[in-house]
């Protein structure tokens, strides 16, 4: 076995369930982007299990970075996995990586990200993306510019995160609130998280509409939603 070989065999860091589903939608032999790495641990799993040949591992702040080098350097893929201190992907268009993970963010800030990057718009650039908050943001924005919802997923930790992979095709589509909201894909799917994750946000609404109903203030909004959640219930085979 040859010296770069054995290097990866070393136990590599133990991925989340989060991390796990995210580097699932990652194509075999791709160069990536980890896009917010903290500390580079998925890519450096990819890495180690051969299923991509390099990445470039950003983050907009100085600890992060440090912390990702360390560990490329612990794992010996120095010069696999470049750690580049940046804004979004401000500096990372010319690695051109053909997978990019945006991973833990807010669905605004991720949308920001995105649209300060053009060239994500190339053929042949996917982009794995999750979440933390507004889901129904991102994917109005993705849907708005252009981008395809190719798959997606639904992952529990302490709470249910989605993970979207989309892909450019110029075709502009429109989506009712509750395929912003939980993601079409996700929707035809269906499956025990997908229910869990409808009853949590009818929970939800409810409570907002309760509140805004004490302050007068409107609710047609929240009433709409409620309304097509409502209609995917009835497809619920669960016995409720």
Same mark, same amino acid.
């Given at each position: ?11 590599? @860091? ?15 032999? &791709? ?32 600890? @992060? ?13 120095? !010069?696999?996995?470049? @750690? ?27 949308? !920001? ?19 933390? &908050? ?7 924005? #993705?849907?708005?510019? !252009? ?32 395929? #912003? ?11 025990? #998280? ?19 109903? &004490? ?21 619920? @085979?669960?016995?409720?």
């Amino acid at each position: 076995m040859s010296p770069l070989r054995k290097r990866y065999t070393m136990i590599t @860091p133990k991925l989340t369930k989060r991390l796990q589903a995210a580097g699932a939608f990652v194509r075999q032999g &791709t160069f990536v982007a980890d896009v917010g790495t903290d500390h580079a641990y998925l890519p450096i799993a990819l890495v180690a299990e051969g299923r991509i040949r390099g990445g470039v591992v950003s983050d907009i702040h100085k600890g @992060p970075i440090l912390r990702a080098t360390e560990h490329v350097a612990q794992y010996g893929m120095e !010069g696999t996995l470049i @750690p580049v201190l940046c804004d979004g992907l401000s500096e990372l268009e010319s690695y051109a990586p053909e997978d990019i993970l945006i991973l833990g963010m807010g669905g605004e800030l991720i949308a !920001g990200i995105l649209d300060r990057a053009p060239w994500v718009r190339r053929s042949g650039i996917r982009l794995i993306l999750q979440p933390m &908050t507004h889901p129904e943001r991102l994917r109005s924005y #993705l849907a708005k510019e !252009g981008f395809d919802i190719l798959d997606e997923t639904l992952v529990r930790e302490e709470k249910i995160y989605q993970i979207i992979l989309a892909e450019y095709s110029g075709q502009i589509r429109q989506y009712h609130d509750t395929e #912003l909201l939980f993601g079409p894909i996700n929707i035809s799917r269906g499956g025990e #998280l997908f229910w869990e994750m409808l009853s949590h946000w009818e929970y939800v609404l409810r409570e907002r509409i309760r509140g805004k109903e &004490t302050a007068g203030a409107d609710i047609c909004e929240e009433q709409e939603i409620l309304k097509e959640m409502e209609e995917l219930r009835h497809e619920d @085979p669960r016995d409720i």
